[in-house]
């Protein structure tokens, strides 16, 4: 009895994650557990139709969009559209998608065609409209001047409800270091040993370039020390001399001329290498380092700390 109440429960216990089961005495009934998952029906039509906005914030700056530009009086507008013809969309739909668009940084028409038919904002400011970027693109050149002064007004509106900040400075493809730390820091002893370097390529190009092109022999004398403006006058005779040269249809005096526009070219490279070093120097002043974030900052910790920090 004992060995067959023990292998019941074992049954049991192996069965209950799998099934759901029950038992007569003599019989064990099984039934297999079924997966169950919400209803997915892509296509399916309801009676009453939600309304595409009940899935925006209340405050979402799209409403904004929408109040600012309802409340606009568009009477200029109605000299730009004809009488006859195809029915044009509406220009409060446009100004709002345009506004909008221009608020997160879209400016391309294809992209404003995308979002039209993807972007639940831009698919409840249009009312399902699907304007192609063509009609787009014809709509902003018409109306540039009231884009402008509508997207003014909304800044202004936006920013006394506190949605942005008139602070705030946006500088499109420019990297800015904040925070003054050790990375940010200029070295005199770097500075100094790029600077050596970068003459020591300047003389041995200016060593490449034809003896007839040089004004003066002495900018290969490592006795004289060269500046940006010498190199400026070197770049600035190469290229008059270049300009002057007869066209000619020989290979090799056409490879000579890619040579020298390449070499013009490194030279104009290591002419503001060596005006960024000076302007270092120059900050520096009697210091040994200064911070780019914040010029008047400089290094104080000594090489022990450092040391103790790169042990940690």
Same mark, same amino acid.
């Given at each position: 009895?004992?060995?067959?109440?023990?292998?019941?429960?074992?049954?049991?216990?192996?069965?209950?994650?799998?099934?759901?089961?029950?038992?007569?005495?003599?019989?064990?009934?099984?039934?297999?557990?079924?997966?169950?998952?919400?209803?997915?029906?892509?296509?399916?039509?309801?009676?009453?139709?939600?309304?595409?906005?009940?899935?925006?914030?209340?405050?979402?700056?799209?409403?904004?969009?929408?109040?600012?530009?309802?409340?606009?009086?568009?009477?200029?507008?109605?000299?730009?559209?004809?009488?006859?013809?195809?029915?044009?969309?509406?220009?409060?739909?446009?100004?709002?998608?345009?506004?909008?668009?221009?608020?997160?940084?879209?400016?391309?028409?294809?992209?404003?065609?995308?979002?039209?038919?993807?972007?639940?904002?831009?698919?409840?400011?249009?009312?399902?409209?699907?304007?192609?970027?063509? %009609?787009?693109?014809?709509?902003? *050149?018409? /109306?540039? =001047?009231?884009?402008?002064?509508?997207?003014? #007004?909304? $800044?202004?509106?936006?920013?006394?409800?506190?949605?942005?900040?008139?602070?705030?400075?946006?500088?499109?493809?420019?990297?800015?270091?904040?925070?003054?730390?050790?990375?940010?820091?200029?070295?005199?002893?770097?500075?100094?040993?790029?600077?050596?370097?970068?003459?020591?390529?300047?003389?041995?190009?200016?060593?490449?370039?034809?003896?007839?092109?040089?004004?003066?022999?002495?900018?290969?004398?490592?006795?004289?020390?060269? %500046?940006?403006?010498?190199?400026? *006058?070197? /770049?600035? =005779?190469?290229?008059?001399?270049?300009?002057? #040269?007869? $066209?000619?249809?020989?290979?090799?005096?056409?490879?000579?001329?890619?040579?020298?526009?390449?070499?013009?070219?490194?030279?104009?490279?290591?002419?503001?290498?060596?005006?960024?070093?000076?302007?270092?120097?120059?900050?520096?002043?009697?210091?040994?380092?200064?911070?780019?974030?914040?010029?008047?900052?400089?290094?104080?910790?000594?090489?022990?700390?450092?040391?103790?920090?790169?042990?940690?």
């Amino acid at each position: 009895m004992y060995k067959i109440k023990n292998t019941r429960l074992k049954l049991e216990s192996r069965i209950s994650i799998y099934t759901k089961y029950f038992i007569v005495p003599g019989i064990i009934f099984f039934v297999m557990a079924k997966l169950h998952f919400r209803p997915y029906i892509p296509n399916q039509t309801v009676l009453f139709p939600q309304r595409i906005d009940e899935n925006i914030a209340a405050d979402d700056p799209v409403r904004i969009v929408n109040a600012v530009v309802d409340n606009l009086n568009l009477d200029n507008f109605k000299k730009l559209y004809k009488e006859t013809g195809r029915s044009a969309y509406h220009p409060k739909m446009m100004l709002k998608v345009i506004i909008y668009a221009y608020m997160n940084n879209i400016y391309s028409c294809r992209k404003i065609e995308k979002l039209l038919l993807r972007d639940i904002h831009y698919i409840w400011l249009a009312g399902h409209e699907h304007p192609d970027f063509i %009609t787009i693109n014809r709509f902003r *050149n018409r /109306v540039k =001047e009231e884009i402008n002064n509508v997207f003014t #007004q909304l $800044v202004l509106v936006l920013a006394d409800k506190g949605f942005i900040s008139l602070d705030v400075e946006y500088i499109d493809g420019t990297k800015i270091e904040s925070k003054a730390n050790k990375y940010t820091f200029v070295w005199r002893k770097t500075v100094e040993k790029n600077r050596t370097r970068l003459l020591n390529k300047v003389r041995i190009l200016l060593e490449q370039v034809d003896e007839a092109i040089v004004q003066e022999n002495s900018v290969k004398d490592t006795s004289v020390e060269l %500046t940006p403006s010498m190199l400026s *006058n070197i /770049v600035d =005779e190469l290229k008059e001399v270049m300009e002057h #040269q007869p $066209v000619t249809q020989d290979k090799e005096q056409k490879k000579a001329l890619r040579e020298k526009k390449k070499q013009v070219r490194e030279l104009e490279g290591y002419r503001d290498k060596l005006m960024e070093y000076d302007n270092h120097l120059e900050v520096l002043g009697e210091r040994n380092s200064y911070s780019k974030t914040h010029i008047h900052a400089y290094e104080r910790r000594r090489h022990e700390e450092r040391a103790d920090q790169a042990r940690v």
